[in-house]
C-alpha cells in the first residue's frame, strides 16, 4: 500500500459543481499539503496543516477550502471553480510538521479538468 | 522572496553517459534542499534531502551536492539509463519556510 493516495486520480467538473480531492497518508506523519501543479508552472504550495491545524494559506481563492480532520486525512472541497484551476493536484505529508528536516511525501495527485 | 531555478529546462542523453543537474536558489539561507523526479502524471518521488550544514548526499547512482554560499545544488546520475527519464526537481526551505520548488528538468535518457 502506498504512502500517500490521492482520490479520485482524475476529475472533470462544470464551473457550478461542488466536488472534494480525498487524501490519505499512511506514514504517521503529522503534516499534511496541498499543492497545486499547473503546465509550465513550479510546484505551487496551497495549504499547510500541522497536527490538525492549518498552519499556512498561500493565498488561495476562497472557492478551494480545506479539511484536516485529523492527522491521516486531508480534503480540498471545491466550488464554483476556474477553467484557469485545471491543474494537477497534489498531496503531500511528512513527520514533525512544515519545515522540518524530513521530506516530504507526495501521492500520485488528482487531474482536475475544468469545463 | 525565495525564487528557485533549475538548467536545462530539457536533457536527452544516450544511454550509459553520467550527466549533471542544476538547481540555483537566490536566499543561500536554506534550512535544506530536496531533489525529486516525477514520471509522468504521477506525483513526485523524493530522491535525496541535503541538510544545510552537509554537503553531498549519495544514493546508489545519484549524488547530491550543495554550495550554500554560491546558492547552487547540482544532482550527478551516473550511468545514465531509460528508467531515469523522468522530470527532476528540487525544492529549498528557508527556516520557518515551506518548500519553494523549482520549474524542473525534463530527462530523457535515449536507449
Known amino acids: 500500500e502506498t504512502g500517500v493516495t490521492q482520490t479520485p486520480r482524475h476529475l472533470v467538473m462544470g464551473m457550478t459543481n461542488k466536488k472534494s480531492l480525498k487524501c490519505e497518508q499512511h506514514?504517521?506523519?503529522?503534516?499534511m499539503y496541498w499543492y497545486k501543479q499547473s503546465a509550465k508552472k513550479p510546484l505551487e504550495l496551497m495549504f499547510v496543516?500541522?497536527?490538525?491545524?492549518?498552519?499556512e494559506n498561500n493565498s488561495v481563492p476562497s472557492r478551494f477550502s480545506p479539511e484536516c480532520p485529523n492527522s491521516s486525512h486531508l480534503f480540498l472541497h471545491l466550488h464554483t471553480l476556474q477553467p484557469e484551476d485545471s491543474a494537477l493536484y497534489l498531496c503531500?505529508?511528512?513527520?514533525?510538521?512544515?519545515?522540518?528536516?524530513?521530506?516530504?511525501?507526495f501521492g500520485d495527485g488528482t487531474r482536475l479538468s475544468i469545463l | 522572496k525565495q525564487e528557485v531555478t533549475q538548467i536545462p529546462a530539457a536533457l536527452s542523453v544516450p544511454e550509459g553517459e553520467n550527466l549533471v543537474l542544476n538547481c540555483s536558489f537566490t536566499d543561500s539561507a536554506i534550512y535544506n534542499l530536496q531533489w525529486f523526479r516525477q514520471d509522468p502524471g504521477k506525483g513526485l518521488t523524493s530522491l535525496l534531502l541535503i541538510q544545510s550544514s552537509q554537503r553531498e548526499q549519495t544514493s546508489g547512482r545519484l549524488n547530491a551536492s550543495l554550495d550554500k554560499s554560491s546558492g547552487r545544488s547540482t544532482l550527478y546520475i551516473a550511468a545514465s539509463q531509460p528508467g531515469d527519464s523522468a522530470t527532476y526537481l528540487c525544492?529549498?526551505?528557508?527556516?520557518?519556510?515551506?518548500?519553494?520548488f523549482g520549474p524542473g528538468t525534463r530527462l530523457s535518457v535515449l536507449p
Open positions: 503531500a505529508s511528512s513527520q514533525a510538521g512544515g519545515n522540518s528536516n524530513q521530506p516530504q511525501h
Open positions: 496543516y500541522n497536527f490538525k491545524e492549518q498552519t
Open positions: 525544492a529549498v526551505t528557508n527556516y520557518g519556510q515551506n518548500f519553494v
Open positions: 506514514l504517521g506523519h503529522n503534516a
